[in-house]
């Protein structure tokens, strides 16, 4: 059974940073892609970050582009999300998931393009 748990969120003043983890389980993690995705109150879940399986690509959204960095480290089953210069309109619950085939060579930005979805972590971003 594969599981996906994110952790690292909180409560931060803007400009401020933050790094959220995602650990996953239960599959071989070194040759899926990761994403990033979030999701703020009334809106749609949106893509953040994404990494290949090997970390060869990365791609973030042009909101966060400059700002946030996603890295993974295969020997942790861990990939993560660090996020730097925070602004209020990145408060949001963010999700980690897998991608939904392995060996991708290319970053997905589509929730359909991933599977195995965690709970979330909340982000919030407020003086």
């Known amino acids: 059974q594969v599981q996906v748990v994110e952790s690292g969120g909180g409560l931060v003043q803007p400009g401020g940073s933050l790094r959220l983890s995602c650990a996953a389980s239960?599959?071989?993690?070194?040759?899926?892609?990761m994403g990033w995705f979030r999701q703020a109150p009334g809106k749609e879940r949106e893509f953040v970050s994404g990494i290949t399986w090997n970390g060869g690509a990365t791609s973030y959204a042009a909101s966060v582009k400059g700002r946030f960095t996603i890295s993974r480290d295969n020997a942790k089953n861990t990939v993560y999300l660090q996020m730097n210069s925070l602004k209020p309109e990145d408060t949001a619950v963010y999700y980690c998931a897998t991608a939904s085939n392995a060996f991708y060579a290319r970053v997905g930005i589509r929730t359909g393009e991933y599977r195995n979805w965690g709970q979330g972590t909340q982000v919030t971003v407020s003086s």
């Open positions: 239960g599959l071989t993690f070194s040759i899926y892609g």
